[in-house]
């Protein structure tokens, strides 16, 4: 429990715990009611269910970036993976209870001490802060400290559960052989003017025949003939100016993004003690490894000890000093940090900037001109509104209001002016002949009513009518024939000894290809096919009108010299563990959890579910 990682973990749990606590109002529950089940002997508190929901709910929304309600989680079922995580915790708890599996007194206190939350102005614990964090939360202390020891307990269980695990190389060396495996060949092509026959010109049996086997191809989608009128902030944008005052308010209210002070783009890797950091930073310096090897050597993702852009005030002086003193990126350290000392990983260095009112002062007022027009559009819903409830016409509309008139043909496919948006698309496509008209919100803030005049139904173009695209068919056609007899004729000579260079087909050498290249100019079936064939095999690929001859000349295993590709097999190494570690640890939850017995009590979790918006 003294370990770095088991901190981490406490600190993030007790900072869900509090902070969800506190911003629910756990309190509201009430009753004798205190949990919504059990796992064995272990009860799954409303408290433990409720964060989850909430600490659920918060990143969500900060991944949509705006408010998730409670109803939208359940629509794709989000509360019940919720539910799934509270009860496979409490089966763990349980086994370790069962199992006798405890922290001691000192590994709670120690916790709690460190927890952010409970510190004082001078930084060190304070029992009042303690007393005052737990009272808000509706906590008393000895709940608290027994889920501060469950919790760990359980994670002791899981620790035990898991360590070790390790894919056995022969894994990952099958995934990495096959990823970064190489392979060089040739490839010719063969185009419309390399067609060795003259195709002639069709006749009116060949254009017929053509007709009528590709019917789809010159028949007319279901076209529906609609007329609007429409409203959107952009009309009504040059009709509004905004006093200057107003725009220097918008200026300074948003000065952070306007003036920038310098700034790194840090990355951070923490280490037990001073003298492992100095002896991780000889190395990196030596050339004997990198930040990021290290960081994989840990199971850490880059993204993992990135701490993003920094500017030197969002840094304690201890750090910004020596951080911000290097002229150039490179790594900084160790230096001390809460979590102990650390290596900083410079990635970049941003220059202080500053964007003068002056220079987005056009910008500001057509935001702030926008804005204004959307309320003012807003503004003309109701009584438009209400015209449509008398029965006016689109006509009328655009005499009485704003709106203007407007007329589009829209297919499947249409995807131009009012058809751009999502909601006027959906209900022109919905909309029958005669139905009475609706006003549409835009996704932009715009208002518009739309009114089905006709519907062309599918109709096959009259042969007359689309000759040349018949034509023009007929000769693709005729061409593609034509090149494969010709390519499988080539083929044939090629497997006589001959080879491309000497039939005069100029084929383009690739060297040494993995299966993820990319080849300027040729179809990806062209790479999938190399990499389908024996060394000195050949084979054809279609192309737009074209045809492609492979001829395979080498199979070469990864390139164990690359640093990329040494570290692709650390990171499959690594997710290949990771993956078995994930399996065990459900089937070892899933597998306790059956055999202590689970009880849920549906009333109490509604309960809960109707306290959310």
Known sequence: MKGTGSKIFVYILLGMLILGLAGFGVGSFGGNVRSIGKVGDTDISIDDYATALQSELRNVSQQAGRSVSLREMQAVGLDRQVLSRVVTAAALQNEAARLGLSVGDENVAEEIRNVPAFAGVDGNFDRQAYEFALQQSNLNSSRFEDNIRRDASATLLQAAITAGVQAPDTYADTLFNYLAERRSFKWARLGENDVAVDLGEPTQQDLAAIYAENPEAFTLPETRQLSYAYLTPEMLVDTIDVPEEELREAYDANIDEYVQPERRILYRLGFADDAEGTAALDAINAGETSFVDLAFQRGLTLDDTAMGEVAREDLPASLAEPIFALQDTGIVGPLPTDLGPALFRVAALLNA???????????????????????????????????????????????????????????????????????????????????????????????????????????????????????????????????????????????????????????????????????????????????????????????????????????????????????????????????????????????????????????????????FP
């Open 353 to 611: 900037q500053e964007t003068t009112f002056e220079e987005v002062k056009d910008e500001l007022q057509l935001t702030a001109a926008l804005d204004r027009a959307i309320r003012a559009v807003a503004a003309e819903a109701e009584p438009i509104d209400d015209l449509l409830a008398g029965g006016a016409t689109l006509e009328e509309l655009a005499d009485e209001t704003e709106m203007r008139l407007g007329s589009i043909e829209m297919t499947d496919s249409t995807d131009g002016g009012l058809a751009a948006y999502q909601s006027f698309r959906e209900a022109a496509m919905a909309a029958a002949v005669g139905d009475f008209a609706e006003l549409i919100e835009l996704d932009d803030g715009g208002l518009v009513v739309l009114r089905l005049d006709s519907i062309r139904e599918p109709t096959v173009q009259p042969i007359e009518e689309v000759t040349a695209s018949v034509t023009e068919l007929w000769r693709e056609q005729a061409t593609m024939t034509a090149l494969r007899a010709q390519a499988e004729t080539t083929l044939t000579v090629l497997d006589q000894g001959l080879s491309l260079s000497g039939l005069g087909l100029g084929p383009t050498s690739e060297t040494n290809l993995t299966r993820d290249a990319f080849i300027d100019g040729i179809p990806p079936a062209v790479l999938s096919e190399a990499f389908l064939l024996e060394p000195g095999k050949r084979t054809l690929v279609d192309g737009n009108a074209e045809i492609y001859i492979v001829e395979l000349t080498e199979i070469a295993g990864p390139d164990t010299d690359n640093p990329d590709a040494s570290a692709l097999r650390d990171v499959l190494a690594q997710q290949a563990s990771q993956s078995m570690i994930q399996d065990l640890y459900t089937v070892f939850a899933t597998a306790v959890q059956q055999d202590a017995g689970l009880e849920l009590d549906d009333a109490a979790i509604n309960a809960i579910h109707a306290q």
